[in-house]
C-alpha cells in the first residue's frame, strides 16, 4: 500500500520509498493556491504530527495511498492527514491553520443552478459566515459529500 498503513513516520535509521514515485496526478507540494488559508477541515483524520514545512505535510499527503487532503497548524506545522476530501464535514472556518484537497478544484463555478428567492431546508452539516457567495460555493465544493448550499441574499 503506497505509503504503509498510516503514511511516512520518522525513523533515522530506516530508508523507505514508493514503488510508484510519481505524485498524485497535479500536485505540487510547494503549490498554495488550492489551499484554503483560514480554513480547517474537521474530522476524517487518520494520523497526526509535526511536520518540519507546509511542504513536509503535503508530501506526507501525497506519498499515503489513503490521504485526500490535510490541515496544517501554522505556528508550528502540526499536520492531520485525511481520508475525506475537506475532511467530515468540509471547511470550517479558523485562522490558525491551512488545508488544501489533494485533487485541486480548478473548474470555474457554475451558476446555472443558482435559485434567487429559494432556500435548500435540512441536511445542513455546517454553516459559517462567508465573506462571498463564491467563498461559500468554493467551501461546499472543497467536500466531495456537501451537494449544496444556501446563503443570505446579498
Known sequence: KRGGQTGPSPADDLISMNIDCAPKPGFVASDRSCAMDGFDF???TFRNF???SYVACA???SDTADCQSY???KSDNYCWLKRKRGGETGPSPNNALISRNM???TQELNKDCFR???DFIGAHLRNFRAASFDQCARSCRMASHLKNLTTPAG
Do not use: V
Open 42 to 44: 474537521l474530522g476524517a
Open 103 to 105: 485533487e485541486c478544484e
Open 71 to 73: 490541515t496544517l497548524r
Open 59 to 61: 508530501t506526507a499527503c
Open 116 to 118: 434567487d428567492g429559494k
Open 50 to 52: 509535526r511536520a518540519e
